[in-house]
C-alpha cells in the first residue's frame, strides 16, 4: 500500500516534469544555436549537442506536434550535413520523408537526401535512385521538381563540363538573337 501511495504522489511531480521537457529542450536549443555560432557554426562540438538535443526534442514532441517534430529534424539534419555528418543527415531526412510523406515538408527531406548522396557522400548511384523516387512521389511540387531534374540531368557531370555547355548554349542563343 505504502508503494501504491508513494507512486500516486510521485506520478503527478513526473508527469509535471515530463510537460516540461519540450520547453526546457526548445530553450536548450536556442541557447545551443547561439553557443554554436548560428548558421555560421564556429564550435562543432555545441552543434553536435544541438543535433542530440533535437533528436530528444523531436521524440517527445512526434506524437503531439507533428510541424515541431519535422521542423527540429530537418534543422538538425541539415547542421548534420553543414558538419560533415552525411550519414547523420540521411537518418534525420529519411525520418520525415519515410515517417510522414504526406507532410507538406516531406519533400525537401527526400530531395535533400538525394542532394547529400550526391554532394557530400558522392554516391551517384544513391542520389539518382533518390531523385528519381522523388519525381515519382512528387512530380509536380513546386519547390524541387525541377531541381530534381536538373539534378538528374547534371549528375555525375564535373563543373567545368556544365559550365562549357552552358557557355556554348549561351552563345548560340546569342547568334540566334542576332540573325
Do not use: W
Not at 11 to 23: K, Q
Not at 91 to 116: C, I, N, S, W
Request: aromatic share 8%.
Amino acid at each position: 500500500m505504502k508503494k501504491l501511495l508513494a507512486f500516486a504522489l510521485f506520478l503527478p511531480i513526473f508527469m509535471a516534469c515530463n510537460a516540461d521537457a519540450p520547453a526546457k529542450l526548445t530553450q536548450k536549443l536556442i541557447d545551443l544555436d547561439k553557443a554554436m555560432g548560428g548558421a555560421y557554426v564556429t564550435d562543432k562540438t555545441k552543434a553536435e549537442e544541438f543535433v542530440k538535443t533535437s533528436e530528444q526534442l523531436a521524440a517527445l514532441v512526434e506524437k503531439t506536434n507533428t510541424d515541431q517534430y519535422v521542423d527540429v529534424l530537418l534543422k538538425a539534419a541539415g547542421l548534420a550535413k553543414n558538419i560533415g555528418n552525411p550519414k547523420k543527415s540521411i537518418e534525420l531526412y529519411q525520418r520525415v520523408a519515410d515517417g510522414l510523406p504526406q507532410h507538406p515538408k516531406a519533400p525537401t527531406a527526400l530531395f535533400m537526401m538525394g542532394f547529400v548522396y550526391e554532394t557530400d557522400m558522392n554516391d551517384l548511384e544513391k542520389a539518382k535512385a533518390t531523385y528519381e523516387y522523388f519525381l515519382q512521389k512528387y512530380p509536380n511540387d513546386p519547390d524541387f521538381a525541377d531541381d530534381a531534374k536538373s539534378s538528374l540531368a547534371l549528375l555525375g557531370r564535373s563543373a567545368e563540363d556544365i559550365i562549357k555547355e552552358f557557355k556554348e548554349k549561351q552563345e548560340v542563343e546569342q547568334a540566334a538573337e542576332k540573325q
